[in-house]
């Protein structure tokens, strides 16, 4: 079992960026493929981004791609998502997801997940 704490959540102006953390309980946390995901309102859960477990191969949705980075710390079983240039259009609850070895960009490649965190920007 893993769980992931997901903090940085927040309101913000457009234009403007916050940085999201995502801290994972295991040890094994070096060998999981991460990948950030959100919910905007009155839509399905949507993929972000993702990064395998040596952050050497990143993938991102076109919405977001260009503005967001996702990166890992190994050491401090954290991963994290900078959004900068945020849109009206970012506000969503974002949720951490790990799977094992492996890449995956649906939601049902991910077994472990997050409770998520509020990001919501304003025009």
């Known amino acids: 079992q893993v769980q992931l704490v997901e903090s940085g959540g927040g309101l913000v102006q457009a234009g403007g960026s916050l940085r999201l953390s995502c801290a994972a309980s295991?040890?094994?946390?070096?060998?999981?493929?991460m990948g950030w995901f959100r919910r905007a309102p009155g839509k399905e859960r949507v993929f972000v981004a993702a990064?395998?477990?040596?952050?050497?191969?990143?993938d991102y949705s076109d919405s977001v791609k260009g503005r967001f980075t996702i990166s890992r710390d190994n050491a401090k079983n954290t991963v994290y998502l900078q959004m900068n240039s945020l849109k009206p259009e970012d506000t969503a609850v974002y949720y951490c997801?790990?799977?094992?070895?492996?890449?995956?960009?649906?939601?049902?490649?991910?077994?472990?997940w997050g409770q998520g965190t509020q990001v919501t920007v304003s025009s």
């Open positions: 990064i395998t477990s040596n952050g050497r191969t990143t």
């Open positions: 997801a790990s799977r094992g070895a492996g890449w995956g960009v649906r939601t049902n490649d991910y077994p472990y």
């Open positions: 295991r040890v094994a946390f070096g060998i999981f493929t």
